[in-house]
């Protein structure tokens, strides 16, 4: 066989096993995680001399985020969390609505981007299948500078997942 025809071979059986290779291989399954919210809509108690002299008022329920495995490859789970609204009206920050997962001591300001909650390896009917949390909120409280008002907001929970 001459030179040319070896190389001519070579390129053929490449180009069959890369062609084997694209028709043959099995579809990536779609990866399907159901995040369910329980008690979404968060409200705070008219705030008394106690709570502005703490600094701070909580809100007396939270919301609960589950996410369950449908189908799939283990992937990693990302739960965040984001305001919607750039203020909370009546000249209230956004940063003075704070959070934090139930788990955890430490509060965190909501800001206008997202912020990792909590995230886990799910093994779909195996490890952390399904897991849950949730998150708790209170609204930073000044003298000098909260005027007596109805503030309001509208917060973002996001799951995203990677396959490793």
């Given at each position: 066989?001459?030179?040319?025809?070896?190389?001519?071979?070579?390129?053929?059986?490449i180009?069959?096993v890369?062609l084997?290779?694209?028709?043959?291989?099995?579809?990536?399954a779609a990866?399907?995680?159901?995040?369910?919210?329980?008690?979404?809509?968060?409200?705070?108690?008219?705030?008394?001399?106690?709570?502005?002299?703490a600094?701070?008022?909580d809100s007396?329920?939270?919301?609960?985020?589950?996410?369950?495995s449908?189908?799939?490859?283990?992937?990693?789970?990302t739960?965040?969390?984001?305001?919607?609204?750039?203020?909370?009206?009546?000249?209230?920050?956004?940063?003075?609505?704070?959070?934090?997962?139930?788990?955890?001591?430490?509060?965190?300001s909501?800001?206008?981007?997202?912020?990792?909650?909590?995230?886990?390896?799910?093994?779909?009917?195996?490890?952390?299948?399904?897991?849950?949390?949730?998150?708790?909120?209170?609204?930073?409280?000044n003298?000098?500078?909260?005027a007596?008002?109805?503030?309001?907001g509208t917060?973002?929970?996001?799951?995203s997942?990677?396959?490793?």
């Amino acid at each position: 066989m001459s030179i040319l025809g070896r190389k001519l071979h070579k390129r053929i059986t490449i180009a069959a096993v890369s062609l084997a290779l694209v028709l043959f291989a099995s579809p990536l399954a779609a990866q399907k995680t159901n995040l369910t919210l329980t008690g979404g809509t968060i409200t705070f108690a008219a705030p008394t001399a106690a709570d502005y002299i703490a600094g701070f008022v909580d809100s007396g329920t939270g919301v609960t985020f589950t996410l369950n495995s449908v189908n799939g490859v283990p992937r990693t789970t990302t739960v965040s969390i984001r305001s919607i609204s750039g203020n909370l009206g009546g000249g209230k920050v956004i940063g003075d609505l704070q959070w934090r997962r139930s788990d955890l001591a430490t509060w965190n300001s909501i800001t206008l981007t997202d912020a990792q909650v909590e995230q886990r390896i799910v093994v779909n009917k195996g490890l952390n299948d399904p897991w849950s949390n949730t998150i708790f909120f209170r609204m930073v409280l000044n003298w000098t500078t909260d005027a007596p008002a109805t503030y309001s907001g509208t917060y973002q929970i996001t799951l995203s997942q990677t396959v490793p």
